[in-house]
């Protein structure tokens, strides 16, 4: 069950209600980490099909979060606004037509890890669980806290949340390609954002799963579910986080492919803003229209027996109303002038 899209108690936000906003002169929030304009090879040709075709990309110049936003960071957007996120609402049942009545609730899908034995594998409600009661600030569901976890991503955030904090914040989600851009951190066609090589040194680099999905989890890097945003080493552009812990929301809508659009096979796209909305639609459920956005940088739940996607070309589907507790965010500021 996911929640509903229609949500009449957004209050009124404005950039002027954030902390920082942009100066006069152009410069950004002091916290960000710029990122020059530059090209890189987007996309894979050697895993999942939807990260097809790898190609060329032009880029302009951004700044963005070095981490993605905190627990801490967002409990000073809602105190100063009083905003109020999908999972802490109950859905409207005229979105989701044959939903069961008695699911009608607020809540939003908390991973949830079977008894200890293998599973089917292409049964993912094995695993999450529609939690009543779970939201930012009771990220397990009723009865849990954010207690030492103020330093870690917020997570059960919905796409309109992540966009309605940006605009508080006086920023923007970035596009697929601005994302994936600063994610490999110079490191153009590089597998992963560190390099080539998983575990370099049989060193951690990130925060995913270890043992068996979704039953077995090691936990040799030493978390269960999400680790302090910093805590593992950042990017070659000083980012921390861009792969593993939560994924990220972004701007674009999600494709089955890469849609590329360059002037001419010899020259790189500019600037791409993924697909049309119309195409994000999930064929599987031609009855529930809505649409999905681009999410990226795998979550601690990617694991090599189920979900290799730790990767910066990695991209998975999301409903925009869907919340969970592997989904989160930061932002960027475009440059006004490059």
Known sequence: MVNTMKDTREPEISPSDGENVMSPTGSPHSEMVRVARGTFLMGSDHHYPEERPTHRVQMN??????????????????????????????????????????????????????????VNLS???????????????????????????????????????AEAYA???????????????????????????????????????????????PHENTRDDGYAR?????????????????????WEWTADWYGACHEVAAPSPCCPSENPTGSPEEGSYDSCQPNIRIPRKVLKGGSHLCAPNYCRRYRPAARHAQPIDTSTSHVGFRCIVRKRHD
Not at 229 to 236: D, E, R, S
Request: with cysteine; proline share 12%; net charge negative.
């Open 61 to 118: 110049g951004f700044w963005i979060d070095p981490t993605p936003v905190t627990n801490r960071q967002f409990c000073r957007f809602v105190e100063a606004t009083g905003y109020v996120t999908f999972a802490e609402a109950p859905p409207d049942p005229k979105d989701y037509p044959g939903a069961l009545p008695h699911m009608l609730k607020a809540g939003s899908l908390v991973f949830t890890p079977p008894p200890g034995r293998p």
């Open 123 to 161: 049964d993912w409600s094995l695993w999450w669980q529609f939690r009543f009661g779970a939201f930012w600030r009771c990220p397990y569901g009723p009865g849990s806290s954010l207690a030492g976890l103020e330093e870690h991503p917020v997570v059960h955030i919905a796409y309109r949340d």
């Open 167 to 213: 605009r508080w914040a006086g920023k923007m989600l970035p596009s697929e390609a601005e994302w994936e851009f600063a994610a490999r951190g110079g490191l153009d066609g590089a597998e992963f954002a560190w390099g080539g090589e998983f575990t370099p040194q049989q060193r951690h680099m990130a925060n995913t799963w270890q043992g068996e999905f």
């Open 226 to 246: 999400t680790s302090p945003v910093t805590a593992y080493p950042p990017n070659g552009y000083g980012l921390f986080d861009m792969i593993g812990n939560v």
